[in-house]
């Protein structure tokens, strides 16, 4: 799928010029890759921005104080985006939440040989794909190309 179907995330890719500055150790672990930024993006608040749901660059979420799940999401993003690490690939998966019905975002980690992982601010621990199924069922996934259907 393009880019243009997705006008929300078509602005944040088209303005996040420039990097988040996020401290990782030149031999940093993948696990410990994920773990600082899952607990830098944990340092803003999460709060629900209601019906207005305007998707936030990493910048603005920082300068806000945080947001809601797309925001988190995005921030994880472009936080190991910024990284450079050569093998992990993120994305952004859309999703609904089995028990509430509701519709959610996080950012999913494809780390060669080990499998997916999920940084997703409603839990404080990273989570494993498949922990992460149990309560989520993904609707589409976005990267800076586009979109893919699970």
């Not at 920082?62 to 690490?85: N, S």
Request: glycine content about 6%; overall charge negative; proline content about 5%.
């Amino acid at each position: 799928m393009r880019l243009d179907k997705f006008p929300k995330w078509k602005r944040v890719v088209v303005n996040t010029k420039e990097g988040l500055y996020i401290p990782v150790g030149e031999a940093a672990t993948a696990a410990e890759i994920l773990d600082i930024v899952k607990h830098r993006a944990g340092l803003y608040n999460y709060f629900s921005e209601g019906m207005r749901d305007y998707w936030k660059t990493p910048q603005e979420f920082i300068y806000d104080g945080g947001e809601d799940c797309e925001d988190y999401a995005i921030f994880c993003f472009y936080g190991i985006m910024f990284i450079k690490h050569k093998f992990l690939i993120p994305e952004i998966v859309l999703c609904t939440v089995k028990s509430l019905r509701q519709t959610h975002a996080a950012c999913v980690v494809e780390v060669p040989h080990q499998g997916k992982y999920v940084l997703d601010c409603r839990y404080k621990k990273l989570l494993t794909w498949d922990e992460w199924l149990i309560e989520n069922e993904p609707l589409v996934f976005l990267t800076e190309m586009g979109g893919r259907l699970p």
